[in-house]
DNA sequence: CTTAAAGTGTAGCCGTTGCTACATGTTGGT
DNA sequence: ACCAACATGTAGCAACGGCTACACTTTAAG
């Protein structure tokens, strides 16, 4: 390697902390927004996999694994993988070619998640973002708003607590 | 196994798809959205970094992937394995034991990306999100925001274009 | 009833993002 | 100059969420 230390000749001077911009928050509250958003994530796809599958059941009676997959954009063999995390974690049930259904829970997570995402539409298009765009970022966004977030939203559309 | 086919007897004659309930998109728009907010979700880690990153640097003059690690929470070899990703797609460069920096097109992304995280904070608090929760919950919001919501934004908050 | 189409399930692959454990390099204190 | 503390890097594991390919079952057409 050879190594030729003496390269950092020039710019080791002026090592100053610069300290000037804007300040950074504590390590510990940083890592625990990252961690909080981390963990949003990896239930962003059950609640969207549940709210979807309500919704099939709602409008047809009936939620089979390829519509799923096809609502979502994937492979039916990823909806069917995913499909048995949701059982995995008590959300779903299913018997081999006979639909996909909620348990109690599942039912009361996609009760929260539809309120949710629409109260998130609702919330954007009020501050003027196209009824278009508030669909397909609410997608993205609902995963991520907090219940205090939430009461604001419902609050500033001047609604209260319901809907 | 025995299939007793005749259990499906009592529950197969009202077969009606309700259709009451509320419309349901297009599959297609319905799958595009979803697969939208797939890859937002992919490019979201690449953003958090780079604009941490972006900060150390601003801040002190120096990103090491240990503090890096710190602030996001995860260990000092998950970060560096994400550091090396972020090396793949030419955002950020390192030399061993010589910290990080930003390329050109990475420090170009920090920007946008801390124009964009200030921009969703100062929303919701705008709609009054109480500071500290908008902060927490601008971290995973600010990765799924269009830029047309945005202009909304800028538009509701009275800004014209800038900042 | 027979057969083709459609749906379902399984297996095996890959890339990402976590982790722990261990090895190696750098640096500061004495 | 040395050694201990710290930082960095690497290896190997697991879970997740994609995919394609193939096998099987159910449903629909004729
Ligand atoms: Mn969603
Ligand atoms: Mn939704
Ligand atoms: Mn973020
Ligand atoms: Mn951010």
């Known amino acids: 390697m050879t190594k030729t230390k003496d390269a950092t000749s020039a710019s080791e ?21 990252f961690g909080k958003a981390r963990s949003a994530q990896s239930t962003a796809l059950l609640e969207d996999y549940v709210e979807l599958i309500s919704d099939l059941l709602g409008a047809s009676g009936e939620a089979r694994p390829t519509d ?3 609502r979502l954009g994937v492979s039916h063999a990823t909806a069917i993988k995913t499909i048995s995390r949701l059982k ?12 996909v259904f909620l348990t109690e829970a599942g039912t009361a997570l996609a009760e929260r998640v539809r309120l949710r995402h629409r109260l998130v539409v609702d919330l ?6 196209p009824p278009d765009s508030a669909e397909a970022d609410a997608e993205g966004i609902e995963h991520h708003v907090s219940d205090t977030a939430l009461a604001a939203f419902r609050a500033f559309l001047g609604r209260g607590e319901n809907s």
């Open 13 to 33: 001077a002026s090592e100053s902390p610069p300290t000037s911009g804007a300040e950074m928050p504590s390590e510990a509250a940083q890592a625990h927004r």
């Open 68 to 70: 799923v997959a096809r």
């Open 88 to 99: 995995r974690e008590g959300l779903a049930t299913s018997r081999p070619y006979r639909g």
């Open 124 to 129: 954007l298009v009020a501050v003027g973002v």
